[in-house]
């Protein structure tokens, strides 16, 4: 029962902090809309910086970054784009406030920019793998770097990009970040990797 | 006097808001750090949202986005965007708080979405005059959109990408920006392009 509590009340403020922005939010208004007392809200999280950092959490372990292989095919990476983009989608407010949450909690700044580091050294990795196989050629110095910082800006900003352009986000809008990472490797792709990328599915 | 104290006002309060986050700054702490009274303050601004909206006016008259016409060649180009990069610096807190501070301040929201749009507009244009004088190649449909959200997302979101990678922001990597939107626009660059570009200063 006491483990049902917990699960409830981080969906419910997964939900609230989606639909408001998470100053508006309180643990007072998760405990009413996950139906719990405020005392059992607070036995399980000492506040709401803690309900954040456990979303983030299970954010990173379903993207599962850390764990998973590199990919075999251009294909694989399309759809492991496309998975991912629909993770963000799910924890949407850290993608929208993750900048200012930093501000807020030291402890969660510095997890992030633990996972984002190593989401860059993951990607480079990437692009080298990419070009080993003959997918992508790198024409000269540091574009590596250049096209990882572009894949990254994507990555985290495409969402808050739509905003500040005044764009109604919505699913769709938000997954078009896969295809929009894609493009930034157009123009570095070779003959054999545009061939294998028409067959995707 | 009157005009004095109003100057007065937004410097400190630039100096503060760029130290500090925009959260931690309030009006007491403007006055004083400007040796006015609250009052004082108050008579010259509602609030701190008539603040930030009066320093997002000035940055955006330094910029001068809307009167600059198109620059004639690409060195122009360049030391335009190295102009724009030092301006930005010299009001990061928008650059780091933009999204933040949007959703605090429907007025000042208004304001950045249309600039922004206005900005993209602009920005499409000069690639068209790009690509009309000879300078670029753009070669497959979207293209055209794909490089202008890569531009901007390298305008808006350079400086908020440095700090989720934990690097220490300072002036010259900020001023990088400069540098890596002439990168995004590499690999469609001509020959033309390339060596009246290396003969800048």
């Not at 540091?142 to 900003?157: A, E, G, R």
């Given at each position: 029962m006491k483990k049902?509590?917990?699960?409830?009340?981080?969906?419910v403020a997964l939900k609230l902090l989606n639909e408001q922005d998470s100053q508006s939010v309180t643990t007072n208004h998760i405990a009413e809309a996950a139906g719990v007392s405020t005392g059992n809200l607070y036995y399980?999280?000492?506040?709401?910086?803690?309900i954040i950092r456990e979303l983030y959490g299970q954010m990173r372990d379903e993207i599962g970054f850390e764990s998973q292989p590199l990919p075999e095919t251009l294909c694989e990476m399309q759809s492991y784009c496309d998975y991912v983009a629909k993770v963000w989608w799910k924890y949407r407010f850290l993608r929208r406030e993750l900048h200012f949450l930093m501000t807020r909690d030291d402890l969660f700044a510095k997890d992030v920019i633990k996972d984002v580091r190593l989401q860059r050294e993951k990607m480079i990795l990437l692009l080298l793998h990419l070009r080993d196989k003959g997918y992508i050629e790198l024409a000269y110095d540091n574009?590596?770097?250049?096209?990882?910082d572009t894949m990254m800006?994507?990555?985290?900003?495409?969402?808050?990009?739509l905003y500040i352009i005044g764009e109604d986000i919505d699913v769709s809008k938000a997954q078009m970040v896969a295809q929009r990472i894609e493009e930034v490797l157009r123009p570095f792709l070779t003959k054999k990797a545009k061939t294998e990328l028409a067959k995707c599915q």
């Amino acid at each position: 029962m006491k483990k049902d509590n917990r699960t409830k009340i981080l969906s419910v403020a997964l939900k609230l902090l989606n639909e408001q922005d998470s100053q508006s939010v309180t643990t007072n208004h998760i405990a009413e809309a996950a139906g719990v007392s405020t005392g059992n809200l607070y036995y399980h999280f000492k506040n709401k910086e803690e309900i954040i950092r456990e979303l983030y959490g299970q954010m990173r372990d379903e993207i599962g970054f850390e764990s998973q292989p590199l990919p075999e095919t251009l294909c694989e990476m399309q759809s492991y784009c496309d998975y991912v983009a629909k993770v963000w989608w799910k924890y949407r407010f850290l993608r929208r406030e993750l900048h200012f949450l930093m501000t807020r909690d030291d402890l969660f700044a510095k997890d992030v920019i633990k996972d984002v580091r190593l989401q860059r050294e993951k990607m480079i990795l990437l692009l080298l793998h990419l070009r080993d196989k003959g997918y992508i050629e790198l024409a000269y110095d540091n574009m590596l770097n250049n096209i990882v910082d572009t894949m990254m800006l994507y990555s985290h900003f495409w969402t808050p990009y739509l905003y500040i352009i005044g764009e109604d986000i919505d699913v769709s809008k938000a997954q078009m970040v896969a295809q929009r990472i894609e493009e930034v490797l157009r123009p570095f792709l070779t003959k054999k990797a545009k061939t294998e990328l028409a067959k995707c599915q």
